[in-house]
């Protein structure tokens, strides 16, 4: 590798750090003709400490903008080194690094410059060069750039495997304040394209053998937390409409992290993104996706705010005493999937399980269900007497100080303290 190729590499790999929504799950390409890679059923990667997927190659194609977004660090008046790669040189990188058992895959996005058809059909080449020149057949994971044409984001749908692109602000006043030369409507209208090419090739399937394979791990986007002040109600409901009406795989919440001192607009958050409300809505996404929860059961005018104390889910359980206690042998799944401390598989084995004999405690703590949170919303055949006159600030703290207790005992004996 060239001094020049190292150094472009060092910038833009250090630019897209920035991006989360590199997960690469859901494709199912397969090799063919003796090429490189094979998708199987997604890469299993790990994350750096700054959130980079280690297992794919993620870099920008160039962080040369023409637009001035207040958050992002390869804005236009921004004063860094700015680099870009030639088509041939992400080429030659992928596979290069794909030999050497660097990378499973690639991750492509890129700043826009000159205008978003331009930066687009460069992105367009690479993965054309890697599918038909080289016959790669490894993950691609490519950023669509907002405003390119119909006709270049469909043809490049069929030869990757996931495409996204990002909502950047999940108010249209936070876009305004913060990347006045975007709007959400330009991002929907492609996201539509990609949502309306998925629909009408299944439709084809149902008449025809042979259809192209087209975006099989589908699409998703990204929103940053924390640099506006929107609550967590204008994000989750974004990020449920989107789900609803563009069947995206997956939304992303990126923390904001300062790197512009100079717009006083923006907060200051120290030298670290909001981790723990990143991670709240995360795993309200997660209750959304996969236990049956409306975003409005999550987040109200009177409660626009997730709780930072407690996760969704018990935060849920704790404003709805008079669904509890559920009687775990008669509750339907979706009921049972709703108690804190019982998650999807614990729920399935326990309406399975049930269907033979009477569920007892001892059986609940063998199917992994966390007993100590999920006893106070429960009743089985050996429970004790459930304590009606007890409320839900008294279950909170009782739940709160457990959790302290049990980190603290993990790791007294690791860091000697002596409790």
Avoid at 252 to 277: F, Q, T, W
């Amino acid at each position: 590798m060239s001094d020049r190729i190292r150094e472009k590499l060092q910038i833009l790999a250090d630019a897209a750090k920035y991006d989360v929504s590199c997960s690469s799950s859901g494709s199912k390409r397969q090799n063919k003709d003796k090429g490189l890679g094979n998708t199987g059923n997604g890469i299993c990667h790990s994350y750096t400490e700054d959130g980079r997927c280690v297992s794919l190659l993620k870099i920008l194609f160039s962080n040369v903008c023409i637009y001035d977004c207040a958050y992002c660090v390869s804005r236009r008046s921004n004063d860094v080194k700015r680099a870009a790669f030639t088509v041939q040189e992400v080429v030659d990188l992928t596979i290069n690094f794909y030999r050497r058992n660097y990378i499973e895959g690639l991750f492509l996005s890129s700043g826009i410059f000159k205008s978003a058809d331009y930066t687009m059909e460069r992105m367009l080449q690479v993965v054309k060069k890697l599918r038909l020149e080289e016959n790669f057949n490894g993950y691609i994971h490519l950023k669509t750039i907002p405003g390119a044409s119909p006709e270049i984001i469909q043809e490049a749908g069929l030869y990757v495997d996931r495409m996204s692109i990002n909502l950047e602000m999940p108010t249209e006043e936070g876009l305004q304040k913060f990347a006045p030369e975007k709007n959400h409507a330009e991002v929907q209208k492609d996201l539509g394209i990609v949502r309306d090419r998925l629909i009408e090739l299944k439709d084809e399937r149902k008449l025809i053998k042979t259809v192209p394979t087209f975006v099989p791990a589908g699409q998703t986007t990204q929103m940053v937390v924390g640099a506006h002040s929107e609550t967590d109600k204008d994000i989750i409901l974004m990020a449920d409409r989107h789900y609803k009406e563009f069947k995206l795989k997956r939304v992303y919440y990126s923390g904001y992290i300062p790197i512009n001192e100079e717009d006083k607009g923006l907060p200051m958050v120290g030298s670290a993104p909001p981790l723990l409300r990143e991670n709240r809505l995360y795993q309200s996404d997660w209750l959304m996706r996969f236990y049956g929860f409306e975003a409005n059961e999550l987040v109200d005018d009177e409660h626009p705010n997730l709780d930072l104390d407690v996760d969704p889910k018990l935060g849920w359980a704790l404003r709805h005493p008079e669904c509890f206690p559920v009687d775990i042998n008669r509750a339907d799944y979706q009921m049972i999937l709703r108690v804190p401390g019982i998650g999807v598989r614990s729920a399935k084995k326990i309406v399975s399980a049930r269907r033979f004999a009477p569920i007892r405690i001892d059986q609940l703590k063998r199917m992994g269900v966390a007993y100590n949170r999920a006893q106070h919303f429960i009743r089985c055949v050996d429970s004790p007497k459930f304590a009606k006159e007890q409320q839900s600030g008294q279950i909170r703290q009782h739940i709160l100080q457990a959790g302290q207790s049990k980190y603290t005992q993990q790791l007294s004996p690791q860091l000697g303290f002596g409790f």
